[in-house]
């Protein structure tokens, strides 16, 4: 069997064909259990992002694997396999493992260096391990893949330069300015509360805007959010359902505004309430006393995430499908003044059939939902803009499929940046100086993985040879027995142990060469040479692999 990979992202297809190609997790689900049902495949995973959908599987025959995989991602994305084609690309073998380790490190990201992807392969082992479509070779790969990126993340500066696409984003809007001083004092509209709009929240704050309005489906979540980002508990005055607060935030934490380090969980027990939205610390301090206690989703990995961002079921954002509100909800707000010589803050949380009403006050807009239609459509942009002519309007969408009218750059006043610029400027940024010092680390990655595969590979042969060994000293001691029978207890272990010894010393040297010739390439040949030569049971082998399979260790269910 060997690693097998089909897929495509943002450098082999345009947005346009990877807002085609979105996968929900229920859609990911039945595509990876379809995988597994097809005949040249003995295990499945899929790596699904707001910038790729890649299969991976291990299998017996290259181009039947290849055939079947890439029909199986046109069948569950919608996109006829000729439409496909052109975009998808393969790699095999220790090519799929480099891969692999490269997207783990943030070498294939848009934003190169980009931690956020450790979260999203965690959460694509995860499914397999549920499903029980991964099995000894993609936990070891995918487990592998993890340590590799955070390897990557603390020998190298990779994650310095490689900056969240929620800070990217938001220096594509700045131009020249710095994010700090072109956002400070703004009014900000996050649409969206799953991990990339906490994350756009979290980076927004600590850039210094004065009003911060997050909109979303589940109301509770937004409340959670804003007050995360004040550190103080969500209000409830006479139940109304929608807060306002003002807190004050620092900005003790290091690094840019959004960054985080990948991998990253932090402990609402030691970090306040910020910590369980995956907050920076410098979001932090109370601003008002709370009349309900905070309760903290718990951290979740999903596609899209960040680690420590707690995650709705949904599409790339972490966040659950928009929809319309019940119209139930109103805005009710209560402030207090801020610490002295802290930088105010208003937090508020909207349902969603407020979005266009906030969007006429709103500076900077930032779109992320699970939403398979628009959200803001160009009418609906046009009509927030035309009470106030002049007034630039900011918009960034990072959701795939996008929640903004690409047609919205038409209108006057309104910048928008989404996936598509995003790609587009990223292909232009300069690359990290520690790229190198990181892809020396994955070709060493890929040649140790390699090696400890092709030697695993040998080992049930080996086994199998020990056990049918023992199973000749048994017999041959058994048939002495009935030659000798008046052998006493003490001379019958003594010649059973000197059996017992020279045939471990015949073996011994063979069974070790054997095994680091395995590790070479090409060294798979070595374990059929063994079965060959020693006229193995196929059976007691393959035996020998199940149980080594499905070891805890492993972790299949």
Known sequence: MSLLVVGLSHRSAPVSVLERVALQPEQRARLVQAALGVEPAAESAVLATCN??????????????????????????????DELTPYLYVHYEDRAVHHLFSVACGLDSMVVGEGQILGQIKDALALGQELHTAGRLLNDLFQQALRVGKRAHSETGIDKAGQSLVTFGLQQLAGEAPVERWAAGKRALVIGAGSMSSLAATTLARAGVAELVVANRTLERARRLTAALTGQAAAHTHGHTTDQAIGR????????????????????????????????????????????????????????????????????????????????????????????????LIARAV?????????????????????????????????????????????????????????????????????????????????????????????????????????AHITPTVVA????????????????????????????????????????K???????????????PGGAGYADALRE???????????????DGNHPKRGRA
């Open 52 to 81: 790729r959908v890649e299969l991976y599987a291990d299998v017996d025959k290259f181009h039947a694997g290849v055939a079947e995989l890439s029909t199986l991602l046109a069948e569950h994305t919608g996109v006829t396999l």
């Open 249 to 344: 935030h620092t900005d003790h934490a290091a690094g840019r505004p959004g960054d985080r380090l990948p991998g990253q969980a932090q402990d609402p027990g030691q970090h306040g309430a910020g910590a369980a939205f995956g907050l920076p610390a410098g979001v932090a301090a109370l601003a008002v006393v709370p009349t309900e206690p905070l309760d903290p989703a718990p951290a979740a990995q999903g596609p899209g995430c960040v680690a420590g961002v707690p995650a709705p079921h949904g599409g790339c954002c972490g966040q659950q499908p928009a929809g319309p509100s019940d119209g139930h909800e109103h805005a009710e707000t209560g402030t207090v003044p801020p610490a002295a010589g802290a930088t105010e």
């Open 351 to 455: 349902p969603m059939a407020e979005v266009e009403a906030e969007l006429a006050e709103a500076d900077i807009v930032v779109s992320c939902t699970g939403a398979t239609g628009l959200v803001l459509t160009a009418d609906a942009l046009r009509t927030a803009t035309a009470p106030h002519p002049g007034r630039p309007l900011a918009l960034l969408d990072l959701a795939m499929p996008r929640d903004i009218d690409a047609a919205a750059h038409r209108l006057g006043d309104v910048h928008l940046v989404d996936i598509e610029s995003l790609a587009e400027a990223s292909a232009d940024a300069p690359m990290a100086a520690d790229v190198d010092q990181v892809r020396a680390i994955v070709s060493a990655e890929v040649a140790a993985f390699g090696a400890a595969q092709r030697a």
């Open 465 to 504: 040879l020990r056990t049918m060994a023992a199973s000749v000293v048994t017999s041959e001691i058994a048939r002495l027995d009935g030659r000798l029978p008046d052998l006493d207890d003490k001379q019958r272990a003594e010649i059973t142990q000197t059996v017992r010894r020279v045939v471990d």
């Open 506 to 520: 015949l073996l011994h040297a063979p069974t070790v060469r054997v095994k680091q010739l395995a590790s070479t």
């Open 533 to 547: 030569l020693f006229d193995l049971d196929p059976e007691a082998v393959a035996a020998v692999s199940r149980a």
